[in-house]
């Protein structure tokens, strides 16, 4: 359809998650307008990217060395653990400063439709992190799906027996919206998980 | 484009886009629906956990060239004491899997959708279990017409010696009628326990496990993929 290069460029693009044919078609053609050092730049950041970053060898966050920065940070609780689906999920809990323990990204939820197990997930090298680190409790932050609840009810299975506690992000109303909005099922989960004032 | 109201099962869901997510439900009237929820997975979507797999709604669609958009959901059962519980998730997974192997769209489906209805109810009821999945799994075969044989040869119709069981000659075979080498062994009992889960309600099958369970469930499993032409991905689980 375009020039080589450029129809190389858009197919590249339309493969990132979210974007389609037409917006790939005006990325491309965006960055066949710019500086010249700015598409460089776009592309040296890829490529340093994939050469430096890769991923922490204790949690599973993307890392920059051998462990992620969370994982090196010594005033971090090391008794406590939050467990997350995907890296991306540590960047919204950080953000809440809510948070001083440290991570675990499984790389998905179980899926039993789509063939994921928990062997297809980081779970033995949690079970290993256990001892190691003295971990006391393990905070379930799957997301609140069918898929993230198995996921957490599994973790409570394979964890409880060895005397760690396995706690659950609460579900709740979010704040700012209109309380005849909550479907029953967040809205049950909320009221039970209620709090006193 | 016309709207119209429609109900049904949530059996799956993937995600499409940024936020949005292809749900696709059981309709007892209009069979499999494809549809698309928009900013579903947005925590303040106004859909709420109402798309989730399992949950029976009630839906209103927008009509689309490919797909229908949802444009409104109320909740007709969701099922929470069935997902507060790991086992009947799991068993759960599998009843929709099969579902959503056997559902055609745009064709009435009401048996197979009361199949789901009852299994999943049997399931928030508390009773959980191997059986249970496959008492489910030997109906939905009689309701999809793959029924295997299990009171009489499969072959010629006899009564007594049915020692073997055939997955290409449709269920239990005696021992004049087997292939050379054809069917596997069952063991004794295996053909009545069976028997039984195909024609005890679900609501009346005993939860738990009993040693005719697990082989139970491994005759039903290879029969029912190997007339779906289809591996059952969530009992491997
Ligand atoms: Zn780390
Ligand atoms: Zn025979």
Redesign the interface.
Known sequence: MFEGPVQRLIDELGRL??IGQKTAQRLAFHLVTVDDADARRLGQAVLDMRDQVGFCSRCFNVAAAEECAICRDPRRDTSIVCVVERPQDIVVVERTQEFRGRYHVLGGA?S????V??GQLHIDELKQRIPDEGITEIIAATN???EG??TA??LA?EFKPAGVKVTRLASGL?V??DLD??????L?RALVGRSEL | MAIRNDQGIVLRGYPFGDSHRIVVLLSPNNGKLRTVAKGVRKTKSRFGGRLEPFTHVDVVLYEGRNLDTITQVSTIDNYRHLRADLDATLAAATMVEVVDAVAQEAEPSQRLFLLLKRGLETLDGGTTGPDVVTSFLLKLATTVGIAPALDRCAACGRSNHLERFSLSGGGAVCEWCRTEGGGMRLQPGLLDHLGHLASTDLASITGGTNDLSGPAMGVTRRFVEYHLDRRLLSLDQ
């Open positions: 998650p979210g179980l039993p439709i789509h063939g197990g928990p609140p799906t069918v609840d198995t009810m599994y299975r979010p700012g919206g909005y909550a479907d029953e099922l967040t049950g």
